[in-house]
């Protein structure tokens, strides 16, 4: 058999900063495969995956996610840990069933009490701020190592992880105390080792896809476990892939009181017991062809829509709910933003395992036309996504895009213009700028947003909408939550009710209704009650207010967001850089808040 070696070089995989660092490596290597291996909804569905959600948490190291596979119907979490003394990267892995599963039985009688509370979901996806709820579902070990002999990924776990429970259990319920387990009985007898490989192979499947190369060495060890007090006798195993730079020269992670009872190097017909494995086909060409969407013809356009919306009705998060909604249906989502002023924040509140490009500095009328073909063509190319979102900014009238859209037909298939409008804010809104009128009238779908806020006339501003656009589906919001389906039928399937005319002439531009942006950069903490005041003092003539800032007597950055009615400030969840800023957007700006000299 020839020997194979990686075809994908680590510096197109790795930030170069971690290239050359054991210690780093391999954390970065595993999250990159991980994610990489990910973005095609086929390629994700042929290595065995069924979702994958990266857990970003300042402070710690990179790789913390969950994950849903084909074999089992719960959830696996992988979360990493110190490193071995080898510099190999080490995560450990968790399982939680569903509340159904019948692995449920084979868990301690705690974790089972947890897998059937009420906020049994919310912990799961929160697991790395519940490290003691983690650990009653801990069923194994991952490590993932980087050397100068080339690249390991491993997993060890128990054939049986349990224990006995000497003095019995006693729970109480409602009829009182019952004895759960018998003195002596068994509270935990998990077949972890054969969870572990349900989450291993796709894993492995997904190194060999990414690196393009089948492995070059595979061993099988087991161990006796050391019979201690209370745990069931057992072994462990550990399964070892290998890809070598220099196979003579490998540095394989071993056990010296284990024997090895599979031994494979890449001059050896396959192992037959593991010889079926998807780790073995890195072009995943199983049938002749790989699954990517150009190879097997699977070549339907993505379906594109345009977001609009004036500032701060609720766009990003509208956004936020669409992408959970067909992440869960195993769809794809690449995103398009364009941030009006020099900083871009609507992508940091998004989940980064999303495919986000922010476009180049200014709103979407000004400089957007010459660069959408090429931001779209590098998209399509990069993820092959189901749906493409141009999210336009909050100032963007959509009249100036849509002429180019007609000529992007090759490349997708229009889907919907949709608008939001505050429910609370939108009547003046629409009186004030004709921008927001535009919106209005060239959307097929409205949705009137934030409609629990006080003061929202929500029969007067869908009159004020249908006055404007008679056709349009409208349907009202709460923090624009609305599932597509209800806005757009099943698999787009509605047709858009699009307006009967075109807007002629000139377009209205936020320069024409006196509307400009100014970026504040912020070296130091500011006072969060000045800052309000501020802002209330300068009433109409701020729109909104939107950045990353520390504020006296908080703790870490905070993400800062004005619109007239609302203002929230939240704790920043992204990687804290120092680079802190607020962007406001109004009008005569100079004169209500920069002469002012609080933020001096």
């Not at 510099?87 to 450990?92: E, I, N, S």
């Not at 449920?104 to 912990?123: H, Q, R």
């Not at 080339?150 to 009182?176: D, P, V």
């Not at 072994?235 to 494979?264: H, M």
Request: with cysteine; hydrophobic share 40%.
């Amino acid at each position: 058999m020839t020997q194979t070696y990686p075809a994908c070089r680590l510096d197109t995989l790795l930030p170069p900063c971690v290239v050359n660092s054991p210690e780093l490596a391999g954390y970065e290597l595993a999250r990159a495969v991980l994610i990489r291996s990910t973005y095609i909804p086929g390629i994700r569905h042929r290595l065995g995956w069924r979702g994958i959600h990266e857990s970003i948490t300042p402070g710690l190291r990179p790789g913390s996610l969950t994950a849903k596979v084909h074999d089992l119907p719960g959830v696996f979490s992988f979360y990493p840990v110190d490193p071995d003394p080898c510099h190999a990267a080490r995560f450990l892995l968790s399982y939680y069933p569903g509340p159904e599963e019948a692995l449920v039985e084979k868990y301690s009688i705690e974790a089972g009490i947890c897998a059937l509370a009420p906020d049994y979901m919310e912990k799961v996806r929160n697991f790395v701020d519940h490290d003691d709820f983690a650990g009653l579902f801990h069923i194994g070990c991952v490590e993932c190592l980087k050397s100068d002999h080339g690249i390991f990924i491993s997993f060890q776990a128990l054939h049986r992880l349990g224990w006995i429970a000497e003095k019995g259990i006693e729970i109480e319920n409602e009829n009182g105390l019952f004895q759960a387990v018998a003195p002596g009985g068994i509270d935990q007898d998990l077949p972890a080792f054969d969870i572990c490989m349900a989450f291993f192979k796709p894993l492995a499947a997904s190194f060999s896809y990414t690196l393009g190369a089948v492995p070059s060495c595979f061993y099988s060890r087991t161990r006796k476990k050391e019979n201690r007090r209370c745990f069931l006798e057992t072994e462990e195993q550990r399964l070892t892939l290998g890809y070598f730079s220099n196979p003579e020269k490998s540095c394989v992670p071993d056990w010296e009181d284990s024997f090895t009872n599979i031994a494979w190097t890449g001059q050896m017909p396959f192992p037959r017991a593991f010889e079926n494995e998807l780790w073995w086909t890195p072009g995943l060409t199983g049938t002749g062809s790989s699954l990517d969407k150009k190879a097997v013809g699977l070549m339907t356009k993505p379906r594109f829509i345009l977001l609009t919306g004036f500032l701060g009705t609720g766009k990003t998060s509208f956004l936020d709910h669409f992408i959970q909604a067909q992440t869960a249906a195993n769809n794809f989502v690449a995103v398009i933003q364009n941030e009006i002023g020099e900083k871009g924040l609507d992508a940091a509140l998004l989940d980064q395992t999303y495919a986000v490009t922010q476009m180049d500095e200014g709103c979407v009328c000004c400089s957007l036309a010459g660069n959408l073909r090429a931001a779209l063509s590098d998209i399509l190319d990069r993820f092959a996504p189901d749906f493409i979102v141009l999210e336009t900014t909050g100032l963007a009238n959509p009249a100036n895009i849509l002429s180019e859209l007609q000529e992007l037909d090759d490349l997708f298939e229009f889907g919907s213009v949709t608008t939001l409008v505050d429910g609370s804010q939108g009547q003046h809104t629409l009186e004030r700028f004709g921008v927001a009128r535009d919106q209005v009238r060239l959307a097929d779908v409205i949705l009137v947003n934030k409609c629990d806020l006080p003061g929202a006339d929500l029969d007067g501003i869908e009159k004020q909408i249908r006055q404007l656009n008679p056709v349009a589906a409208v349907r009202q919001t709460i923090h624009g939550a609305v599932h597509p389906g209800v806005l757009y039928g099943a698999n787009f399937r509605n047709s858009p009710r699009r307006p009967l005319f075109y807007i002629p002439g000139t377009h209205a531009t936020h320069e024409d209704d006196q509307i400009e942006t100014r970026l504040v950069t912020l070296d130091h903490p500011i006072d969060e009650a000045e800052l309000n005041a501020l802002i209330k003092g300068a009433g109409e003539q701020i729109l909104r207010v939107k950045g990353i800032a520390r504020f006296n007597g908080r703790s870490g950055p905070m993400v800062f967001q004005y619109a007239p009615g609302t203002c929230r400030i939240t704790p920043f969840a992204g990687e804290e850089t120092g680079d802190h800023f607020l962007v406001f957007i109004g009008l005569n700006l100079e004169q209500h808040v920069f002469q002012k000299g609080v933020l001096a």
